[in-house]
């Protein structure tokens, strides 16, 4: 299972609420600063700028399954602009999980939205899906959230594939409704429709860190 977490269709994307200058995001584990457990045999380490290139073919690569259900338009999206990244990547804001040689099989970019950690993209190589990457590199980027004294993660992703909403539901992730979608959300998700994707289809999600 890849653990995509969103991908819109070709052209630009919903920008996410830039931190402020004087506050870095710098996305550490809670128990040391250098590489450590992902899932059951990978590590996680912050990327290197000329790894950027591999976050992007993570991407491209994890958008695969979405064709074979239906979805082509999301599947032929291009990643993430190496600009974007390189900047993410400076903050300190981009993980990858690794390979035992080192080499990066997946990755998240974290952004800050509404005081919370906001997940921009989680995806790993589908050649090493179901081995708990994913929770891992979400578990390790909650565990900075706390530390940071922020209150939770948030993401938007989509309701009904599986390997989004439903996902996200199992790592502890619940859809937020009404109210509860704070206005940094609400405003990515009119970006997403204004992009083409079906309002019904998109949710926010939110899960508190302790």
Avoid: K
Avoid at 4 to 26: K, Q
Avoid at 49 to 77: C, K, N, Y
């Amino acid at each position: 299972m890849t653990s995509t977490l969103d991908r819109a269709p070709p052209g630009r994307r919903p920008r996410t609420r830039r931190p402020s200058s004087h506050r870095r995001t710098e996305i550490r584990s809670p128990a040391r600063t250098g590489s450590v457990r992902v899932g059951a045999v990978e590590r996680s380490r912050a990327a290197r700028v000329d790894e950027l290139t591999d976050v992007q073919r993570i991407e491209v690569a994890s958008g695969a399954p979405f064709r074979e259900i239906g979805m082509a338009d999301v599947a032929d999206m291009p990643p993430l602009p190496l600009d974007a990244l390189a900047a993410a990547q400076r903050d300190g804001r981009v993980r990858v999980a690794v390979d035992r040689t080192d080499r990066p099989i997946g990755f998240v970019v974290v952004d800050l939205v509404d005081g919370c950690a906001h997940l921009q993209q989680l995806s790993v190589d589908p050649a090493y899906a179901r081995r708990g990457i994913g929770r891992g590199l979400l578990d390790e980027v909650a565990g900075w959230a706390a530390g940071a004294g922020l209150p939770a993660l948030t993401l938007t992703t989509f309701r009904g594939v599986p390997w989004n909403g439903p996902y996200y539901a199992r790592c502890g992730f619940r859809e937020l409704t009404g109210a509860e979608v704070t206005p940094g959300l609400a405003g990515l998700l009119a970006a997403e429709a204004a992009l083409g994707l079906d309002p019904a289809e998109r949710i926010a999600m939110r899960r508190t860190v302790d």
